[in-house]
């Protein structure tokens, strides 16, 4: 089992910047990847960035790349999301998601990201 947990969250006017955090614990050693993801209308998520644990070898969506950036401090066992030249279409829940080597998904509780125009 793994338990991830965002803070960082917050409103923001359009052009600010804001980190988000997640804090994992529980079985770090069997994870594959982590991510953010961000809620899309019905109960899709969008992937926005990931980063394998192995090689901390990153993706972005189109639509936050030179904008976001996606980092883990191991020693902490801590995912950041830097979110910089914030636009109201960032407005958002943002959840921090992890998936283990037998494939099974673990999820934050999501944290409000609002920019401001």
């Known amino acids: 089992q793994v338990q991830l947990v965002e803070s960082g969250g917050g409103l923001v006017q359009a052009g600010g910047s804001l980190r988000l955090s997640c804090v994992v614990s529980?079985?770090?050693?069997?994870?594959?990847?982590m991510s953010w993801h961000r809620q899309l209308p019905g109960n899709e998520r969008e992937l926005v960035t990931s980063?394998?644990?192995?090689?901390?070898?990153?993706h972005y969506a189109d639509s936050v790349k030179g904008r976001f950036t996606v980092s883990r401090d191991h020693v902490n066992n801590t995912l950041y999301l830097q979110m910089n030249d914030l636009k109201p279409e960032d407005t958002n829940v943002y959840y921090c998601?992890?998936?283990?080597?037998?494939?099974?998904?673990?999820w934050g509780q999501g944290t409000q990201v609002t920019v401001s125009s």
């Open positions: 980063i394998f644990v192995r090689d901390d070898t990153t």
């Open positions: 529980g079985d770090i050693d069997n994870l594959n990847a």
């Open positions: 998601g992890a998936i283990d080597k037998f494939l099974v998904p673990y």
